[in-house]
T-cell receptor
Framework: GAVVSQHPSRVICKSGTSVKIECRSLDFQATTMFWYRQFPKKSLMLMATSNEGSKATYEQGVEKDKFLINHASLTLSTLTVTSAHPEDSSFYIC?????????FGPGTRLTVL | SQQGEEDPQALSIQEGENATMNCSYKTSINNLQWYRQNSGRGLVHLILIRSNEREKHSGRLRVTLDTSKKSSSLLITASRAADTASYFCATSNFGNEKLTFGTGTRLTIIP
């Protein structure tokens, strides 16, 4: 139980395009999901908290117009990187909480050319 | 920064030996969790220890928590090659689901 999936696992896009990443809780409902960013050989940095049916809460320094989050159902949250640039290239990971534990998706590797 | 620190940053040991990783954090916590991450993959939850607990076991894993020193340790006994990964501690505060991750320890088990 408590499985979280992400799609796509890997995406390469041109600078200026937008990319949508999906995060799904497969066998439980999650009113709250989290989006993290991870640079190579570094720790995870929380970007935002995604709340079902309401606006996301962004961490300091994260541009909400750049990283759009939509949590339209109890099993799906999406992160859209708008007008992506090479500096947005990173590993993006989502998580969902179930019984006091956060379960993580497998991550999405974004490369912006 | 609220981020905790882990030491060592990197650890290489022979298969069969025990591996110990330490985590320090800065604020009062509700619980502390340990995660494993294989290269380029998501995080796998290993164990959760609450602030009122001092020690917890799960298979070959032993976690201790010392809230007076704001530190935790993860011991992996009888290490295996498959244990090669990065290990992160993460803390959460009371009334807040957000996790704050440590800097991580890269563990390499030499066959």
């Amino acid at each position: 139980g408590a499985v979280v999936s992400q799609h796509p696992s890997r995406v390469i896009c041109k600078s200026g395009t937008s990319v949508k990443i999906e995060c799904r809780s497969l066998d439980f409902q999650a009113t709250t999901m989290f989006w993290y960013r991870q640079f190579p050989k570094k720790s995870l940095m929380l970007m935002a908290t995604s709340n079902e049916g309401s606006k996301a809460t962004y961490e300091q320094g994260v541009e909400k117009d750049k990283f759009l989050i939509n949590h339209a159902s109890l099993t799906l949250s999406t992160l859209t990187v708008t007008s992506a640039h090479p500096e947005d290239s990173s590993f993006y990971i989502c998580s969902a909480e179930y019984t006091d534990t956060q379960y993580f998706g497998p991550g999405t590797r974004l490369t912006v050319l | 920064s609220q981020q905790g620190e882990e030491d060592p940053q990197a650890l290489s040991i022979q298969e069969g030996e025990n591996a110990t990783m330490n985590c320090s954090y800065k604020t009062s916590i509700n619980n502390l969790q340990w995660y494993r991450q294989n290269s380029g993959r998501g995080l796998v939850h290993l164990i959760l220890i609450r602030s009122n607990e001092r020690e917890k076991h799960s298979g070959r894993l032993r976690v201790t928590l010392d809230t007076s020193k704001k530190s935790s340790s993860l011991l992996i006994t009888a290490s295996r090659a498959a244990d090669t990964a990065s290990y992160f501690c993460a803390t959460s505060n009371f009334g807040n689901e957000k996790l704050t991750f440590g800097t991580g320890t890269r563990l390499t088990i030499i066959p």
